[in-house]
């Protein structure tokens, strides 16, 4: 069974390479994609955020550029790469498989 901090973290790289899957994006717009689409329910501290992009560019699964942003100024853009899609698809599927069975015994009638 995982620790709490490895399950955490493993969700934070298979929410960030789904929210990369979208397009490649910097850090700020990455956070406020997550908040946006999870109805302001999940935020993530830069203090998270930038330590997991980091190792996610390190596995390969994710690439950086220094690009112009929206505003005019320098910002690391990330992108999803052919490996982190495969391993997007791969912890997809793990998390749909734990999820629906943590969500079975959570529907469990009590007695």
């Known amino acids: 069974m995982s620790k709490p901090s490895d399950l955490v973290q493993g969700t934070l790289d298979l929410l960030l390479l789904k929210i990369l899957a979208l397009g490649p994006m910097h850090g700020w717009a990455i956070s406020q994609r997550l908040n946006q689409v999870s109805g302001d329910v999940l935020r993530v501290s830069d203090g998270s955020l930038y330590p ?28 999803l790469t052919r490996l982190g899609r495969r391993h997007l698809e791969q912890e997809a599927a793990n998390w749909e498989r734990l999820s629906g069975a943590i969500s079975s015994v959570v529907r469990l009638k009590e007695a």
Do not use: C, D, P, V
Not at 52 to 72: N, V
């Open 52 to 79: 997991a992009l980091h190792k996610l560019e390190q596995e390969g699964w994710i690439t950086a550029e220094w690009k112009t942003s929206e505003l005019g100024r320098r910002a690391k853009f990330y992108s």
